[in-house]
């Protein structure tokens, strides 16, 4: 479903891509894992249209959109839920839900997918009318994943999404990912909590200064003395 490969990205004097080759399949998690600095948002980012590549080629579901604007490709399917949350916090949970439906044209459709998100996020239901910002941390990751969720993906990307959040709650959205990806939808998850992504990704690639060092399946990845060392805490 997609396929990446030799994609560099520079910035003003950064290379922060050098090469790198990635494939995802359309039923898969895979997990792009790393320390600060190594480039994961920059991969997503180039996916989605965020930043534009110096080199190297982007194809999904077998078309090029190697440096398309980024409102073509999400029309396309492939939604980029960026780090941070981003949640519009003095706009009540719905309004938040509805604009992400904004590209999408048939409306009856965006309130099908709302209730869809509803089904799987009962809390959300509950809080419908209650200001985003006043959520709890993970009720606005939650959050920004339904918002996602309501633009259609056939890919989600998700950067970091248990950045700052209780062990528990990264559980319970490493279980939404899981679910949401159960339900058909492929999910490429950069995270630096290697344990939790690992737990729910089918394969990994694990970024060092840009370049692909290692990748393989989530339990090769797991048991390899290196990932242990430097992503799983020594453990
Ligand atoms: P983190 O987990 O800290 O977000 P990351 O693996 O996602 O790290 P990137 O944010 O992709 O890493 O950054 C890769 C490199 O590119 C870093 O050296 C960073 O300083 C640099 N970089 C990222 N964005 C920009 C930018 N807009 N302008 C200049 N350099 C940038």
Redesign the pocket.
Known sequence: MLEISDLDVH??G?H?LRGLSLTLGADEIVTLL??????????L?AISGL?RPSGGKVVFEDKDITGLAAHKITSQGLVHCP?GRRVFSTMSVHDNLLLGGYLVRDQAEVRKRIDRVYDLLPRLAERRAQQGGTLSGGEQQMLAIGRALVTGPRLLLL??PSMGLAPLVVAQVMELIADINAAGTAVLL?E?NASAALKIAHRGYV?ES?QGTLSGTADSLRSDPRVVEAYLGGA
């Open positions: 910035y003003d950064v922060a790393g320390n600060n600095g190594a480039g994961k948002t920059t991969t980012s930043v780090e950067d970091e950069v630096q970024l840009g």
